[in-house]
């Protein structure tokens, strides 16, 4: 069966600070992955996806980035957080186009920035 | 613009009784729906989903109904258990189009009480 993890699961950082969340998928190969942001009092936000190594697409523009150098591996990093990144970040795959857009998620990873 | 609503952000139910929790959408190409389920400090979790060539679907106590002339779909949980308070999202997509385009409301927080 497939699982996805992400980490750290709780993360406190300082303004100007750099960041860096993980996550890795196993049981599937070619997954589409997603990094998305929940901040208070709203929804899901899509933040990036991803549907194959070194293909990223940005829904929002920001000061965040993603990277995917292996297949099951996704990395959202910023030089520098701001006050308004924090927020609990989720990180998600799927499987291709074909068998819909049924979306999993990760456990989440809790940011705040002091 | 919000293209998926849930306009009711909580919702309190006795055990034992139903949970109808609502979501309307504005976009006429989404022809693919889910729901997803999420505790405090975790991830969602999917629920259940129905396309559009449907107008049921049923999967133990839960049933999503969709009514596409009046882009309204709603998640009955029947019964409600104390154990289903959590939020739960709605979220629509085009089936097989491109990755990312999962649009989430902002979800309804559920309260079963005992």
């Known amino acids: 069966s497939q699982t996805i993890h992400q980490w750290p699961a709780t993360l406190v950082q300082p303004v100007g600070s750099p960041l860096s969340l993980e996550c890795t998928v196993e049981?599937?190969?070619?997954?589409?992955l997603y990094w998305y942001r929940q901040a208070a009092g709203r929804g899901l936000q899509l933040l990036f996806y991803?549907?194959?190594?070194?293909?990223i697409s940005s829904e929002v523009p920001q000061n965040l980035s993603a990277s995917r150098p292996q297949d099951r591996q996704f990395i959202l990093s910023s030089k520098k957080l701001l006050l308004s990144d924090s927020g609990f970040y989720l990180c998600?795959?799927?499987?291709?186009?074909?068998?819909?857009?049924?979306?999993?998620f990760g456990e989440g990873s809790w940011l705040t920035v002091v | 613009d919000q293209q998926v609503k849930q306009n009711s952000p909580s919702l309190s139910v006795q055990e034992g009784r139903i949970s109808i929790l609502n979501c309307d959408y504005t976009?006429?190409?989404?022809?693919?729906f889910l729901w997803y389920k999420k505790y405090p400090a975790e991830g969602p979790t999917f629920l259940i989903s129905?396309?559009?060539?449907?107008d049921k679907n049923e999967d133990g106590r839960f049933t999503v109904f969709l009514n596409k002339s009046a882009k309204h779909l709603s998640l009955h949980i029947v019964p409600s258990q104390p154990g289903d308070s959590a939020v739960y999202f709605c979220?629509?997509?085009?089936?097989?189009?491109?990755?990312?385009?999962?649009?989430f409301g902002k979800g309804t927080k559920l309260s079963v009480k005992p």
């Open positions: 998600a795959w799927s499987q291709d186009r074909a068998a819909g857009n049924t979306i999993y």
């Open positions: 049981g599937t190969s070619n997954p589409n």
């Open positions: 991803s549907v194959g190594i070194g293909q």
């Open positions: 976009n006429s190409m989404f022809d693919y």
């Open positions: 129905i396309s559009s060539i449907k």
């Open positions: 979220a629509a997509s085009v089936y097989g189009g491109s990755q990312g385009n999962l649009i």
